[in-house]
C-alpha cells in the first residue's frame, strides 16, 4: 500500500481519496477500503498490515486528513 496527499494505492488500484466512502478496521487487524461506488468493501481492497498499530495509525491520519470515515467494526467483504 502506498500513500499520497490525495491517492491510495492497493494492489492494482489506485482509488483518489474523494472516491472513498469509509475505511474499516477489523479488530483482528483486517482492512477495507471501501469505494463510493460499491455497496461492500472488495476483497482487492482489503489487506492486513505486518506492524499493524505504526500503518494503521498512519491510515488513520492519511483518512483524517482526507475526510474519510474510519469504523472499527467487522464488514462485508465481496469477492
Given amino acids: 500500500m502506498q500513500l499520497d496527499n490525495k491517492v491510495l494505492i492497493i494492489k492494482n488500484y489506485q482509488l483518489e481519496a474523494s472516491e472513498i466512502s469509509q475505511i474499516n478496521i477489523e479488530r483482528n487487524g483486517i482492512i477495507g477500503i471501501k469505494p463510493k461506488r460499491n455497496r461492500i468493501v472488495p476483497i482487492g481492497l482489503c489487506f492486513e498490515f505486518s506492524n499493524t498499530n505504526k500503518e494503521i495509525n498512519t491510515l488513520i ?17 465481496w469477492i
Fill in 61 to 77: 491520519e492519511w483518512a483524517k486528513n482526507n475526510n474519510i470515515e474510519v469504523n472499527h467494526k467487522t464488514f462485508f467483504k
